[in-house]
């Protein structure tokens, strides 16, 4: 199974992105999809999660409110519905997946086993 992150671009603060983590290959698997972001020279961080035999969302503070993320089953597809952008929010966004993960541990990077390729997201001011 590999993932497909896609959607991102250059939009001005204000404006709004609707990111995609789509799972190809086999049947899809998961205990949960997260998305992540990196700036130039920070860490990455997490930003939301979905656990998925529940449907339970989790959010960053910094992202609360603004972003909503959701699924599609039958597509195995993810989105990430990016609204009021602000110029911090400039990163390359990543998904990732993993079948062990317990729920304690969703917002930690390294207990992701699967990762998309990244889509970058400027905001510009």
């Known amino acids: 199974v590999q993932l497909q992150a896609s959607g991102g671009g250059l939009v001005q603060a204000g404006g709004s992105l609707r990111l995609s983590c789509a799972a190809s290959?086999?049947?899809?698997?998961?205990?949960?999809v997260g998305w992540f972001r990196q700036a130039p020279g920070k860490e990455r961080e997490f930003v939301a999660a979905?656990?998925?035999?529940?449907?339970?969302?989790f959010y960053s503070d910094s992202v609360k409110g603004r972003f909503t993320i959701s699924r599609n089953n039958a597509e195995k597809s993810v989105y990430f519905e990016m609204n009021s952008l602000i110029p911090e929010d400039t990163a390359v966004y990543y998904c990732?997946?993993?079948?062990?993960?317990?729920?304690?541990?969703?917002?930690?990077?390294?207990?992701?086993?699967?990762w998309g390729q990244g889509t970058l997201v400027t905001v510009s001011s």
């Open positions: 979905i656990w998925w035999s529940a449907g339970s969302l």
């Open positions: 290959g086999r049947a899809f698997s998961t205990r949960a």
């Open positions: 990732a997946s993993d079948e062990r993960i317990i729920l304690s541990t969703i917002r930690i990077p390294r207990q992701y086993k699967r």
